[in-house]
């Protein structure tokens, strides 16, 4: 065994000694991380808004060694932000692909303050008034959407984790469910649906995939007959899953008819809301999802149309109580039960949890809901425009037109085979976004490829999108010569 030299790097990092950082320390680390941060922010209009993409060979880092000692802080500041160029640039005002947020820099700033304080809000007893302020924001979230006064619900890390949540309570409320259970998907439904069903261990031959309509939506006529036979073949339908907004193509299923459906064969009805639930803040987007709060359960995502950083999704319930996990255990190493406020370990998996309510509570309390809700508006009517302006161009067809802020498009090309079409439509995107000041991305629509604008970033300006509406033009003109 050799002893280990002293160090020869002198001490780096802004603390007082070992893992100790003072308040002078904070305030010299966040300084030097805000040098990075208020440059990136600020040229964001004039980066590319592809970022990095493709990956260009060797731009990936090698894998690094354990660093056993510490180096300057500088050095690591630097590397943070020159890895994070090699990215998809998700900040962009110019990112139309997926489902895009932004990441507002507010609730960045909560993380940080959650961080420092630290504080245990997976029991109530632990942090009760923490725990107040986030069942504050899932109240509102609850009011925002229209839901009633029981409703309530928990944050979750994402869409993924709130459908997941959706598809457990589904299955407790129904005994037996996995013996004779069968779950109702739309073959629009994001693929986290089929996973959490998987995951709650639902077999995949109970899992329906029921097909979808002109406009992308769950047939209701076809789920009716699927849901009849099962019943005949003494399954027992346990849980009807409607989508607020596909991923492909925007597309709001009809909640009424799920709704009706549902409840006629004592199924429980989720709602994936995770990209579109929020619009129902606006008059328009309410309008839009007509019948939504039906639903005995609801995913929603702030991450995605709250703007907000990655990491944070919601679940709420219709009443709040048949969330609770029946079975949820109690712990003689844990506090004592709140008398009024819910302790989240009892409704979801997680025990220790991030503080995610802070993200959304100090946003909304700096910034106002009313902030929130011209933001959305402005996504909608911003769909709506480009819409109406591609919609007047000959050489293009809108596959399906904005129910709420996504539409898909496609080049027309009369008497071409479909994979002349489909090469033509790539061609077009290809162009758009070598130009690097917007970034769609495609994706397949009944066997057709096509062409997605998702206007969901709260960066995103009419001056972004009548840039994408000319650049569309001029690659068109490009490719059709
Ligand atoms: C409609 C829809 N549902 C679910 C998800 C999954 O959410 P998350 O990626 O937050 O887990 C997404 C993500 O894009 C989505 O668009």
Redesign the pocket.
């Known amino acids: 065994v050799t002893a280990r030299a002293p160090s020869a790097t002198p001490p780096t990092a802004p603390g007082t000694g070992g893992l100790e950082l003072d308040g002078a320390g904070l305030r010299a680390l966040v300084a030097a991380a805000i040098d990075r941060l208020a440059p990136f922010l600020d040229s964001l209009p004039d980066q590319r808004a592809s970022g990095v993409h493709p990956v260009p060979a060797g731009a990936v880092p090698a894998p690094a060694p354990l660093p056993l000692t510490g180096s300057p802080v500088d050095v690591v500041l630097d590397e943070i932000v020159d890895r994070a160029r090699i990215a998809f640039n998700t900040t962009s005002p110019g990112f139309m692909a ?2 895009p947020g932004g990441g507002l820099p507010y609730a960045a700033v909560a993380d940080l303050i959650a961080g420092v304080l630290n504080r245990y809000v997976g029991v109530a007893a632990a942090a009760p008034a923490l725990v107040r302020l986030e069942t504050d924001v899932l109240r509102w979230f609850a009011e925002l959407i229209g839901y009633p006064a029981e409703a309530g619900g928990v944050f979750t890390s ?4 709130a ?1 997941f949540g959706g598809v457990i309570a589904a299955r407790d409320a129904r005994p037996g469910a996995l013996a004779r259970g069968t779950v109702y998907v739309s073959a629009e439904a ?1 693929h ?1 649906v089929t996973k959490a069903a998987r995951l709650a261990g639902f077999a995949p031959d109970r899992i329906r995939t029921i097909a979808t309509d002109d406009h992308y939506r769950i047939d209701s006529g076809e789920l009716e007959r699927v849901l009849v036979a099962d019943v005949r073949a003494g399954l027992e339908p346990c849980l009807v899953a409607g ?1 607020a ?3 492909n193509s925007g597309a709001v299923d009809d909640f009424d008819a799920l709704a009706d459906l549902a409840a006629t064969h004592g199924a429980w009805l989720h709602v ?1 809301g ?2 579109g639930g929020f619009f129902a803040m606006t008059r328009a987007g309410r309008a839009a999802l007509g019948g939504m709060t039906r639903a005995d359960s609801i995913a929603l ?1 702030p ?2 149309t709250l703007f907000l950083p990655y990491g944070t ?1 919601a679940l709420l319930a219709r009443d709040f109580a048949r969330l609770r996990q029946a079975d949820a255990p109690h712990a003689s190493y844990l506090p004592d039960k709140n008398a009024t406020l819910p302790d989240f370990s009892d409704y979801g998996p997680e025990l220790t949890r991030p503080f995610r309510g802070l993200r959304v509570w100090l946003p909304f309390r700096l910034l106002g809901v009313e902030t929130f809700r011209d933001a959305l508006d402005e996504k909608l009517e911003l769909a709506r425009w480009i819409g109406n302006e591609l919609a007047m161009e000959p050489r293009l067809e809108i596959v399906a037109p904005p129910t709420l802020s996504i539409l898909a498009f496609a080049v027309r090309a009369e008497g071409a085979t479909a994979a002349e079409r489909d090469a033509l439509t790539r061609r077009l995107l290809d162009e758009v976004n070598a130009r690097g000041r917007i970034l769609l991305t495609g994706t397949v629509l009944r066997g057709r490829f096509v062409a997605r604008i998702a206007i969901v970033s709260f960066r995103t300006h009419m001056d972004r999108v009548i840039e994408a509406r000319d650049i569309i033009l001029e690659s068109l003109d490009r490719i059709t010569g």
């Open positions: 997926y489902v994402g869409g993924s984790m459908n994001h986290a989508s907004g596909t991923v994936d995770a990209y995502d991450h995605k999704g």
